[in-house]
């Protein structure tokens, strides 16, 4: 990608994310266990960013912290090799997707755009788990 594509694309990612901002989300309501359409932005190198024009992906809400964060796992069709990719597929809306945990991040309310649907507790806690597990050993 040239680099002139590059700058429009933030430029375009920008204005977007001023939009967001200003607007108004008190209505807005989400819990754990979760999956949203989220404006995710353009991001840098490998980070995992939203597509098309509204810089949009799905993400699981893995932790509601308040009523205005959360910390998020984004979701993705390109189902790699669980390592190093460290990734847990799920269906959403009969497509098989997988949870992308190694890119999971905090995130406002205000990127939160339309709600999908909402996972089963015993999907949600392998999820848990594997994420648990994955950063426990990490840490060693």
Known sequence: MILQDITKQFIEWTKNKI???????????????EIWWVALGKNIGYEIGGKHKLFERQVLIL????????????????IKDPKPW?????????????????????????RLLRKITVLETE?????????????????K
């Open 19 to 33: 939009r967001h901002h200003v607007e108004k989300k008190d209505d807005l309501y989400f819990r754990e266990k």
């Open 86 to 110: 460290y990734q847990v597929t799920i269906k959403v809306e009969n497509k098989l997707n997988a949870v992308n945990i190694s890119q999971g991040r905090t995130i406002s309310r205000k």
């Open 63 to 78: 932790k509601k912290y308040s009523k205005d964060m959360c910390f998020v796992l984004p979701l993705t069709t390109q």
């Open 123 to 139: 999907e949600y806690n392998n999820i848990i788990n594997l994420f648990v597990e994955t950063f426990k050993n990490e840490v």
